[in-house]
């Protein structure tokens, strides 16, 4: 099947505005991850979806940024009245389950985002 | 304190020679993994290799080992045999107990190049 997929793959915005991103995680995985990485950085966490339980914001940086997602299928994450330093590569990983010692997360090609 | 640190932000080794990316890591929580995750110029996230804080043997994957030393807390990636393509940033991370959410915090990385 197919990989972790994210939309779009490049977005320039201008700083005030709102995006949103998309990832669509591979089938059949319950546990949804979004990260962040600054040029030159490492990834942070974000956010995290476990199936149907409440999500995990506890990385989200501020209240500018907000992310859903629908049962255990797509997720969108937005972020509103964007400011500069939001530019970097947003990158979305889905696993099996979170419930195992060892589940690999498997990530998209991230989108970078540039706030000018 | 950081959690994981990657005291290397760039390494150079000759083709066919091996080579050692060092991690340490901290944690207070018996149960934990990690993992070593290479990161091209494409920027793709792949994944190498696991270790899980009770294995009793180091990971290997074929040309990539960790060497696990569980009392000094490092998690070090091992690449036999550097080919041209192994040029890459490599982040090590970590994945703690349950109550953690299961996210993964990562290093800063190392960047890797092999010259032929």
């Known amino acids: 099947g197919a990989g972790v997929s994210q939309s779009p793959s490049n977005k320039v915005t201008e700083k005030g505005k709102d995006v949103e991103l998309r990832c669509d995680p591979i089938?059949?995985?319950?546990?949804l991850y979004w990260y962040r990485q600054r040029l030159g950085q490492g990834l942070e966490f974000l956010i995290y979806f476990q199936g149907n339980s409440a999500p995990d914001k506890s990385g989200l940086p501020s209240d500018r940024f907000s992310a859903e997602r629908t049962g255990e299928s797509v997720s969108t994450l937005t972020i509103q009245r964007t400011q500069q330093e939001d530019s970097a590569v947003y990158l979305c990983?889905?696993?099996?389950?979170?419930?195992?010692?060892?589940?690999?997360?498997?990530f998209g090609p991230g989108t970078r985002l540039t706030v000018l | 304190a950081q959690k994981i640190t990657q005291t290397q932000p760039g390494m150079f080794v000759q083709e066919k020679e091996a080579v050692t990316l060092d991690c340490t890591y901290d944690t207070s929580d018996p149960s934990y993994g990690l993992f070593w995750y290479k990161q091209p110029s494409s920027g793709e996230m792949i994944f190498l290799i696991y270790?899980?804080?009770?294995?009793?043997q180091n990971a290997t994957e074929g040309r990539y080992s960790l060497n696990f030393q569980k009392a000094r807390k490092s998690a070090n990636l091992v690449i036999s045999a550097s080919q041209l393509g192994d040029s890459a940033m490599y982040f090590c991370?970590?994945?703690?107990?349950?109550?953690?959410?299961?996210?993964?915090?990562f290093g800063k990385g190392t960047l890797l190049t092999v010259n032929p």
């Open positions: 089938s059949g995985h319950t546990a």
């Open positions: 990983a889905s696993s099996l389950s979170a419930g195992a010692s060892y589940n690999e997360q498997f």
């Open positions: 270790q899980g804080s009770y294995d009793q």
């Open positions: 991370a970590m994945r703690e107990a349950p109550g953690s959410n299961y996210k993964l915090t």
